[in-house]
T-cell receptor
């Protein structure tokens, strides 16, 4: 059974800082890994999707990397802004059925002006 | 543009009533999912479907049911609403190369 862990559960940084969010998964036989953002009271918005054949994906100030051998993915946010404050979740497909992903509990990020 | 929509956005119902939450997607995805999200529990899977006429139980399926009669829709029914089912409900769809897409959620209150 796939298990996904995100540490820390919460993170507070000053504006402008570069930061890394971590995602660990127990079964490395995944075919993709997805990062989401969730604002309070809102749904989940997909940020980046990394296929198993890729090592990283970039979108603007966001860069996500994937290391299947170590069971880790990181989301790098450059030059953080108060608008980046949100909860960030990662998701990895279940090994028992690739159509269903396991979600981490998320890291809640606060960027202080 | 393709999308996934949930309705209603907010619902208040009484204990014991049957409630149906709608989920409609135009992505033409085979896979559809229902989750609930509560403080301290993260996302918990209720039911899911891999295609028309296919349904499967998730980790918190008691008191809920789904049916899949076409590709686009996966309605979630609470057979007899209980206060413990007060939550935010999210529908999602996926297909292998594209990952998950979520709806905006339905906030359900059972009084």
């Amino acid at each position: 059974k796939q298990e996904v862990t995100q540490i820390p559960a919460a993170l507070s940084v000053p504006e402008g800082e570069n930061l890394v969010l971590n995602c660990s998964f127990t079964d490395s036989a995944i075919y993709n890994l997805q990062w989401f953002r969730q604002d309070p009271g809102k749904g989940l918005t997909s940020l980046l999707l990394i296929q198993s054949s890729q090592r990283e994906q970039t979108s603007g100030r966001l860069n996500a990397s994937l290391d299947k051998s170590s069971g880790r993915s990181t989301l790098y946010i450059a030059a953080s802004q108060p608008g980046d404050s949100a909860t960030y979740l990662c998701a990895a497909p279940s090994t028992t059925n690739a159509g269903k992903s396991t979600f981490g509990d998320g890291t809640t990020l606060t960027v202080k002006p | 543009d393709a999308e996934i929509t949930q309705s209603p956005r907010h619902k208040i119902t009484e204990t014991g009533r049957q409630v149906t939450l709608a989920c409609h997607q135009t992505w033409n995805h085979n896979n559809m999912f229902w989750y609930r999200q509560d403080l301290g529990h993260g996302l918990r899977l209720i039911h899911y479907s891999y295609g028309v006429h296919d349904t499967n139980k998730g980790e918190v399926s008691d008191g809920y049911s789904v049916s899949r009669s076409n590709t686009e829709d996966l309605p979630l029914t609470l057979e007899s609403a209980a206060s413990s089912q007060t939550s935010v409900y999210f529908c999602a769809s996926s297909d292998r190369p594209y990952g998950y897409t979520f709806g905006s959620g339905t906030r359900l209150t059972v009084v």
